[in-house]
T-cell receptor, first 109, second 117 residues
């Protein structure tokens, strides 16, 4: 069973702080890793993806991948109340995606 | 670019009836589309992979005779929930994988909320 694990939260951070979201996966053959943001009642929207070990930065977001530890994380700098949502980690399974259950993030003003 | 639409966005039907959900890629062609289902407070679960011109591939535990998938063109896949029951009430989301250079990014539709009464 290929699994993607996330802490369900809620993770609460004050506005302007760094939010750190973590994800572990079981399939060592996975090649691509995605972070999606999902607002209640809406479809997920892609924040960023990462293929290689190390860090990848895009604006306020940084994804970190460690394939040896089977660990991927997302850092959100200068968190805003509008960042409050559920963040889904997804790992490729062939061309389809295997999603974690998501971490609920609450950014308080 | 890379827009995927779904129709309807929400539907209410009576138990025992069938419902068809359409997934369209509006500005690109997709040989592969995926259908996911999401129950409240749960993550997206892959139901099936829809391939243009061939039979869909269903995930373990998903009844292929209940969830009929037709991928008739490079821009349209449909999911028909037959003999719907209240436990089929869920948020159904499709995604499409573009043709062209190798890409790992798939594009999600806005979802269809199905309520079976």
């Amino acid at each position: 069973q290929k699994e993607v694990e996330q802490n369900s939260g809620p993770l609460s951070v004050p506005e302007g702080a760094i939010a750190s979201l973590n994800c572990t996966y079981s399939d060592r053959g996975s090649q691509s890793f995605f972070w999606y943001r999902q607002y209640s009642g809406k479809s997920p929207e892609l924040i960023m993806f990462i293929y290689s070990n190390g860090d990848k930065e895009d604006g306020r977001f940084t994804a970190q991948l460690n394939k040896a530890s089977q660990y991927v994380s997302l850092l959100i700098r200068d968190s805003q109340p509008s960042d409050s949502a559920t963040y889904l980690c997804a790992v490729n399974s062939g061309y389809a995606l295997n999603f974690g259950k998501g971490t609920s993030l609450l950014v308080t003003p | 670019g890379a827009v995927v639409s779904q129709h309807p966005s929400w539907v209410i039907c009576k138990s025992g009836t069938s419902v068809k959900i359409e997934c369209r890629s509006l500005d690109f062609q997709a040989t592969t589309m995926f259908w996911y289902r999401q129950f409240p407070k749960q993550s997206l679960m892959l139901m099936a992979t829809s391939n243009e011109g061939s039979k869909a591939t269903y995930e373990q535990g998903v009844e292929k005779d209940k969830f009929l998938i037709n991928h008739a063109s490079l821009t349209l896949s449909t999911l028909t929930v037959t003999s719907a029951h209240p436990e089929d009430s869920s948020f159904y989301i499709c995604s499409a994988f573009p043709l062209g250079p190798p890409s790992y990014e798939q594009y999600f539709g806005p979802g269809t909320r199905l309520t079976v009464t």
